[in-house]
């Protein structure tokens, strides 16, 4: 008996190793900037530069950047921008392939201490996430006709296979013009551009991204400082075939890049900002395929042999999104009057998700920085910061314990206001998306042996016997351990369905055929 089998490249559960990166340098400010009286507000992104996996490690080369506003002497503001390299190596057991090697990060903290009017020292502290995501080929064993003698269990199954996985540069540019009554841009001293409202849709050429671009600019005109903020809308390309019956993508976001510079208007005044957003993303693609898989076997006429071994097969379990909410408030840190909110930031991260018997329960937290104008003018920006936790629950569908989750949460909108006079008060709208996957632990046949007959043993086992179903059992079951069919035991036993009970009585006559 030979085994008909098909090939099939399936998922692997991901491998992610998180190490701590820790980024720290004295930074001098250039001559030609202020000298330093305190630090306002501080940001801090990483931006991996190059991704080299060597025998049992990922070497990870890049850069922290970072983006200051501070107060200088007698109310002026100012700000400095840099980036601080690194060089790390990230233990992955087993060897890995370029193309299954991912690295995420999330930044966690950018300390700066003041240490004179001229220096700063910086710490920059980030998760670094490598993570391995590959698949595998697989031989499953196929259903398919064969002689009388052969009995056959199959199955129905729907099983996932792993299509695409590849990484792609989305990029963005426009230019936005002042409005008339905002004086031209002398220097940018901080800028905030952020993707909200992302929203993804598939269509003939692959993967439409849209969403509303956010800007914001602190900069200093010929009159003092002014504040500029706008939004505009996004569409992006990403190409790719998706399988149109049975496919399933998910595109994940890595890393951003975004600036703001100002340039030159018909006119020759620096009243138009260039705009520049760049998004690394991830995607991966599956296509579900229903396939009649060989069980198992045995043979009337022969012994036969079944070789099995233990594979794990996906499942599409549920894909879908639910936006859930937040609102927090915090008095703010200061006696002065607050005049305005200038720039809100905000951040989302997944903290626990719990699959309950109809839902999944998910809880995160969100980050909020608000920079606000005052009424000091020798103090006139000041930042306050947030943090907000927010939590619901998604329908959970199919989804069961043990099902392999890929959860992320991001913003949607942000809005900030302020309360009353002293108060700020914060509104957070979270998108938060679930991918889930069945594992299920299959025992699959690869090989098949065939012996004769033990003759002697059959003649000394009763043709017929009485037998009492016990849990567990089922009509295959027994009609392979007394060598004789289902249909037999049916016909015999005058069953109209192949479902048995517990201590139900059957008779059962054994068979020998001769081989075809």
Request: hydrophobic share 40%; charged share 30%.
């Amino acid at each position: 008996m030979e085994l008909e089998t098909k090939q099939i490249h399936k998922n692997k559960t991901p491998q992610e190793v998180t190490m701590q990166l820790i980024v720290e340098e004295d930074y001098n400010l250039p001559e030609y900037k202020k000298d330093i009286v305190y630090v306002i507000k501080s940001r801090g992104t990483v931006k991996i530069e190059e991704i080299v996996p060597e025998e049992e490690y990922v070497s990870v080369k890049g850069k922290v950047q970072f983006a200051i506003l501070y107060q200088a002497e007698a109310g002026a503001v100012d700000g400095v921008r840099g980036e601080m390299p690194f060089a790390e190596r990230v233990h992955i057991e087993g060897g890995v392939r370029p193309e299954d090697v991912s690295v995420r990060t999330q930044m966690e903290d950018l300390g700066v201490v003041v240490i004179n009017s001229r220096k700063l020292s910086l710490r920059g502290l980030a998760d670094l996430m490598v993570c391995i995501c590959e698949g595998e080929e697989l031989e499953l064993p196929l259903y398919t006709e064969y002689p009388a003698e052969y009995q056959i269990k199959k199955e129905q199954r729907r099983v996932l296979k792993f299509v695409e996985k590849r990484g792609d540069r989305l990029r963005f540019k426009q230019e936005v013009t002042l409005p008339k009554e905002k004086p031209d841009v002398r220097l940018i001293l901080w800028q905030d551009v952020k993707l909200e409202q992302m929203s993804m849709r598939q269509n003939n050429e692959g993967v439409e991204i849209t969403g509303m671009l956010c800007l914001f600019a602190l900069y200093e005109g010929a009159q003092g400082y002014a504040w500029y903020e706008s939004s505009v809308p996004v569409s992006m390309q990403m190409d790719c075939d998706i399988p149109p019956t049975d496919g399933f993508f998910q595109i994940k976001p890595i890393r951003t890049q975004a600036s703001l510079e100002p340039r030159e208007d018909l006119d020759g005044e620096m009243r138009n900002l260039a705009v520049e957003y760049a998004m690394e993303v991830e995607l991966f693609v599956w296509q579900e395929e229903e396939v009649e898989l060989l069980q198992d076997a045995y043979c009337m006429a022969r012994e036969l042999h079944v070789h099995r071994h233990e594979e794990e097969l996906w499942q599409m379990a549920m894909k879908n999104e639910a936006t859930f909410t937040a609102e927090g408030r915090k008095r703010m840190d200061t006696e002065k009057e607050v005049l305005y909110l200038c720039d809100c930031q905000s951040s989302a991260l997944v903290q626990e998700v719990q699959v309950q018997e109809r839902a999944i329960h998910i809880k995160g937290m969100c980050e909020v920085e608000v920079l606000y104008g005052t009424s000091d003018e020798m103090q006139p920006f000041a930042n306050e910061r947030l943090s907000i936790p927010f939590e619901g629950e998604m329908e959970a569908g199919a989804v069961e314990p043990g099902d392999y989750l890929d959860v992320t949460a991001n913003i949607y909108r942000a809005q900030s206001a302020m309360a009353d006079a002293g108060t700020m008060q914060c509104r957070l709208e979270i998108l938060v998306s679930v991918m889930a996957f069945h594992r299920r632990s299959v025992s699959l046949p690869d090989d098949f042996v065939e012996e004769p007959l033990d003759m002697e043993r059959l003649q000394n086992e009763p043709g017929m016997i009485g037998y009492v179903v016990k849990e567990g059992d089922d009509l295959w079951s027994i009609a392979k351990r007394f060598h004789t069919t289902k249909q037999e035991l049916m016909t015999t036993n005058d069953l109209n369905q192949e479902i048995l009970q517990k201590g139900q009585k059957l008779l059962v006559m054994k068979h020998i055929y001769m081989m075809s």
